[in-house]
Structures are given as structure tokens and as C-alpha cells.
């Protein structure tokens, strides 16, 4: 792309502003949640402000502490959540352009975005290597990275409600709907930020789910990063055949921390 004398001028003030306007992007990787967190009886906190872990949920495991009258349990499990991290060792020799892997190869995906320029959505591949798949726990229904999300051989639909309350009474509501199933991506889970400055991004190739990780959006064309809260009512399909009705209430922690989210959520639904 051809660049004016001025624009090379304003290039690396634009990357300062840009990593200025990142700080909260990065110093809360490895922050605890807070201790004092307060959820009420139908609400997740999970602070998933690192770039490099999934955290996992389990309805079922939850629904059993609120039958078994254990609030104490309960409260703990919504608002503490093990992080499994995300394989960044190379297991293999790399790939760089015009070559690339074929579909669903697990790895760590770099590719170059046009930031600053027309923004994210334009983007090339640049290289690829292989790492362990990513570890999960025997049991979970919807994971979370960031702001990413995906399912356990489920799928989502996004609703027009923006109130659990003035949700059906019945999931019955919504089974003739579609509901889109996860589907594999490569350039959308960010977990290697150190290039950021040369435009280029690490990303774990990995299926989400794209409906439910429109629950929140992130554009960056200029500095500051926006952040955009879809704030309806998802209604997730879970492999069982059972239905949870979940909603982001916020993500950031009081802090201003990204990636810590509050969830309402309704299961069974």
C-alpha cells in the first residue's frame, strides 16, 4: 500500500495510542477474580480476561448444587472456573505462506490483519504450527475464551429478547428455529499478541460457535479497540437435547478489565 511522507510519520504514534489504549487488553492476563464477586442465584462471573485459556461450563453440575440447597457451592462454582490453557509448544515443523494446512489441523494460526487500514475483516494467512489439541474436562456444555465461545456438539440461537424474564415459558418456543451449529475457525481466536505492532496475530484453529460469540463484538480500525454488548437472549441446544437460555449482562470486571464476564443464564430451560 502506498503511504504519504505524513502517514509514515503518524504510523508509530498510532501504534503507541494503540498499545496505550490496550493496557486493560493486557495487564489483567493474570489477575485473580475478585474475591469479593457477588452473583445472584442465576448468574456466571468468569474472568476470562487471558488471551491464552478456555474456561468450561457445566449446567448440570450447577443445577445439582442449587437442588442440593448448597448455596455456598453453588455461589464458588459460578464465580471460580479453572483455566485450561492453550497449547502454544510447536509439536511439529511450521508452515509459512502460500502453503498452508489443511482444515481443521490444531495449531497456532498467524495471520496478518489490516489494522488501521480497513480494519480486521481484511486479513491474509501467514503461517501455521502444530500443537497438542486443546484439553477440555470430560463434562462441559459451553466454553469461553475472551469473548469467544463455543459448544459441546451444540448450537445457538440468538433471540430477539433482551430480558430473561420475558422469555416463553417453555423452550418448545424455539425447536422449529434454526440453531447454528460451532464451525472452524482459524483467524478468530487471538492467543499470540507479540506481533501486534507488525499487524500480525497468533490464532488457535479451533471450532466456536459464531451465533453465541456475537454476544459481543470487537473492532479495531483506529485506536482505541470498541467494544459492542449484544445484550439479547442466546438459547443454546446443548448435546443432550437439553436447552440453556444464557445472556451477557457485562464484560468487564469494575476494574474496566475486558473479557470479564457477568452471564445470566436459565437451565433447564
Excluded at 495510542?17 to 448468574?43: I, K, P
Excluded at 475464551?145 to 418456543?173: F, K, W
Excluded at 488457535?204 to 445484550?231: A, C, D, H
Amino acid at each position: 500500500m502506498r503511504h504519504t511522507h505524513q502517514s509514515l510519520l503518524l504510523l508509530p504514534v498510532c501504534l503507541l495510542l494503540f498499545m496505550t489504549s490496550c493496557e486493560g487488553l493486557f495487564s489483567s492476563v493474570y489477575d485473580e477474580a475478585e474475591s469479593n464477586t457477588q452473583v445472584t442465584g442465576s448468574q456466571l462471573y468468569i474472568d476470562a480476561s487471558s488471551k491464552t485459556a478456555w474456561y468450561y461450563i457445566c449446567f448440570d453440575s450447577l443445577e445439582m448444587l442449587r437442588q442440593q440447597g448448597d448455596m455456598e457451592k453453588l455461589r464458588y462454582a459460578q464465580t471460580h472456573f479453572t483455566p485450561y490453557p492453550i497449547s502454544m509448544t510447536a509439536t511439529g515443523d511450521s508452515v509459512k505462506s502460500p502453503e498452508k494446512p489443511d482444515m481443521g489441523a490444531t495449531g497456532i494460526y498467524t495471520y496478518w490483519y489490516d489494522i488501521f487500514g480497513q480494519g480486521l475483516s481484511v486479513n491474509k494467512f501467514s503461517s501455521f504450527i502444530p500443537t497438542n489439541p486443546q484439553p477440555e474436562p470430560d463434562n462441559w456444555d459451553i466454553a469461553i475464551h475472551y469473548i469467544d465461545a463455543r459448544t459441546n456438539g451444540g448450537s445457538a440461537l440468538e433471540t430477539s429478547y433482551t430480558s430473561m424474564d420475558d422469555l416463553p415459558a417453555s423452550s418448545a418456543d424455539f425447536s422449529g428455529l434454526t440453531f447454528t451449529p460451532d464451525e472452524w475457525q482459524e483467524n478468530t481466536v487471538w492467543v499470540n499478541w507479540d506481533q501486534v505492532l507488525s499487524k500480525y496475530m497468533g490464532c488457535q484453529g479451533i471450532k466456536i460457535n459464531k451465533v453465541l460469540s456475537s454476544w459481543i463484538t470487537m473492532e479495531l480500525v483506529t485506536p482505541p479497540p470498541v467494544f459492542t454488548l449484544n445484550n439479547h437472549v442466546f438459547i443454546v441446544k446443548l448435546k443432550n437435547g437439553k436447552y440453556a437460555a444464557v445472556q451477557l449482562q457485562n464484560y468487564m470486571s469494575s476494574k474496566g478489565d475486558k473479557g470479564v464476564l457477568t452471564i445470566n443464564y436459565k437451565y433447564p430451560y
